[in-house]
Each structure stands twice: as structure tokens, then as C-alpha cells.
């Protein structure tokens, strides 16, 4: 895993992280997997890699999240750069829900952080997270299991899952959208909408995007190349593009922001799932939950 030292995170800020994790601790956790032969596991020959993610460095290393490094050493990094503390970040999105879901697809699920806080908050759903890198998702699953929580772990583009529409009561993503190009990030929410069973809501959480424009320097502190894009933005402006309604952000600490949306209810031709022994992607799932929860 090639780091660049030339970023501010590196020069900076990475030996002070590096004071407080155990980095000897990582490489022995590193050296007990077979990467690649538990990466064969998710991998489909259907997924391509988008370039915008293939060609990018994230947090100044090269190849991104394409490589076992990244997975390993996302969740200790990660934890200190989310003020003012990731689990209470990542409840917000929690939080925020208001379905009673049954069915619950966390996109960019990366290491799985919030994928098993869903499953946690929501013990009945069939949740599934899905991501472009196999080996977060096997350090997903590793994870997964030392919990002890049932969750599907899937190999997947979030611009195009190839689940059917109208199959999930609830589409998640953390921290994903600043790590895509604008047009990727319209091209999600599209998606997530074509998934959602009418009354289904999607849940974006991610930086803060007027806090981004008014402190420039932020986006300065790590390699993320499509930030500036994002902070430019508007995910607001993006969910209501899509379709959603009922859309409305809040501040979660000033430097992240949970956004929600509502599929709204149509009063005909409404798209309602009935599960057929063909359907291979999510057979076995039982049938979405329209409640709202107060």
C-alpha cells in the first residue's frame, strides 16, 4: 500500500495517528488473511470498477481502496478523524430513520461500520451492504462475525446494484458521496429511488457541505479527490432531482450532515414486490414493511 508524503494528512497529522494506534497489531491481523482468496468469495464478474474509482487515490494511497491495506487500516484511522467520535456520527444516521424496515441496502458499505449498526438498531431486517472493494467487504464480514450479526455482504456498483425495483424499505449511505464525482452521486440516489418500495426512504450521511465551502482548508487535509466537487454541491438539490420528497438535512456537530428523502406514494401503478423462487438476488426476503415510525 503506496502512501503519498506529500499530502498534509501525511506530513502531519499521520504520526500523530499513528501514536495511538497499534501498528503491529494491524500487520499480524494483515498477515492472518489470504486476501485474495477470501476477496474470491465477493468478487462478481459482473462488477466493473468505475475509473473515477479505479484511478483515484483516497487519503493519499495509492490505488484507493482497492487493496488490503485500505481495509485493514480504514476502521483505527477512522476513528479519530471523525469528530467528535464516529460511532456517535454514524448513530445519527441511525437516528434519522423513520420506516419500520424490513429490508434495509447500505451502499458503499466499506468496513461495514454502519451496516452492523443497522443490523444491530433493526435485529428483524435482512440487511445487506454493498461495496466496489472485496477486500473492505471481507473485513466487513470479518467483523460481521466477531458480532455475531447476520448480514449479506455483496460485491456491487451503488450506481447499479442489479437488485429489482421496489425491494428495499430503506437505501443507507455513509460517507460515501464525498468520495464521488457529482454525477455518480445523482446517479446513486436515482438508483437508490428505483429500489425503494413507495413510502421507503433514503439516508445520506456525509460532510457537511456549507461548513466544506466555508472552511477551505478542510478540504485540504486529506487526498479526496471529488471533495471540492461535493462541497460545491447540494445533496438536498440532488434527492429532489431524483424524486424524493419530504427532503430535509440536519447538522450533525457542525462537520457532517444527515440528509433524508421519502419515495413518495403514488396513488397508482404502485410497484409492490412479491418474492418468485427466480428471483435469486433476494429469495427468501419476506415482504417490504410500508409502516412510518413515529
Not at 420506516?99 to 447500505?106: E, M, Q
Request: aromatic fraction near 10%; charge should be negative; hydrophobic fraction near 40%.
Amino acid at each position: 500500500m503506496a502512501v503519498r508524503q506529500d499530502t498534509i494528512w501525511e506530513r502531519f497529522l499521520s504520526p500523530v495517528v499513528r501514536l495511538l494506534i497499534d501498528e503491529d497489531g494491524l500487520r499480524r491481523y494483515a498477515d492472518s488473511i489470504d486476501w485474495e482468496k477470501e476477496c474470491d468469495r465477493y468478487r462478481r464478474d459482473d462488477v466493473i470498477i468505475p475509473s473515477y474509482y479505479s484511478s483515484q487515490n483516497f487519503h493519499g494511497v495509492t490505488g484507493g481502496y482497492l487493496n488490503y491495506g485500505a481495509a485493514v487500516s480504514y476502521d483505527p484511522i477512522t476513528q479519530y478523524v471523525v469528530p467528535p467520535n464516529e460511532s456517535i456520527v454514524r448513530q445519527a444516521l441511525i437516528d434519522a430513520v423513520k420506516v419500520k424496515p424490513r429490508r434495509i441496502l447500505d451502499l458503499g458499505c466499506g468496513t461495514g461500520s454502519t451496516t452492523l449498526m443497522l443490523k444491530q438498531a433493526f435485529p428483524e431486517a435482512e440487511v445487506i451492504g454493498l461495496d466496489l472493494s472485496p477486500y473492505m467487504l471481507v473485513r466487513a464480514e470479518d467483523k460481521a462475525r466477531n458480532a455475531g450479526l447476520g448480514i449479506v455482504w455483496r460485491h456491487g456498483n451503488a450506481e447499479k446494484t442489479g437488485f429489482r425495483d421496489a425491494t428495499f424499505d430503506l437505501v443507507t449511505a455513509s460517507l460515501l458521496f464525498h468520495e464521488t464525482p457529482d454525477a455518480v452521486s445523482q446517479a446513486i440516489l436515482r438508483e437508490s429511488f428505483r429500489l425503494l418500495v413507495a413510502g421507503g426512504q433514503v439516508l445520506i450521511l456525509d460532510g457537511n457541505q456549507k461548513t466544506l465551502r466555508q472552511l477551505e482548508w478542510l478540504n485540504d487535509v486529506f487526498e479526496e479527490p471529488y471533495i471540492r466537487e461535493y462541497a460545491a454541491g447540494s445533496v438536498d438539490a440532488n434527492m429532489g432531482a431524483a424524486g424524493f420528497e419530504s427532503v430535509r438535512s440536519h447538522d450533525v456537530w457542525w462537520i457532517n450532515q444527515v440528509t433524508s428523502g421519502v419515495k413518495p406514494i403514488a396513488t397508482e401503478n404502485i410497484r409492490r414486490y412479491t418474492p418468485t423462487s427466480i428471483d435469486n438476488d433476494l429469495e427468501g426476503f419476506g415482504s417490504p414493511a410500508f409502516g412510518i415510525r413515529a
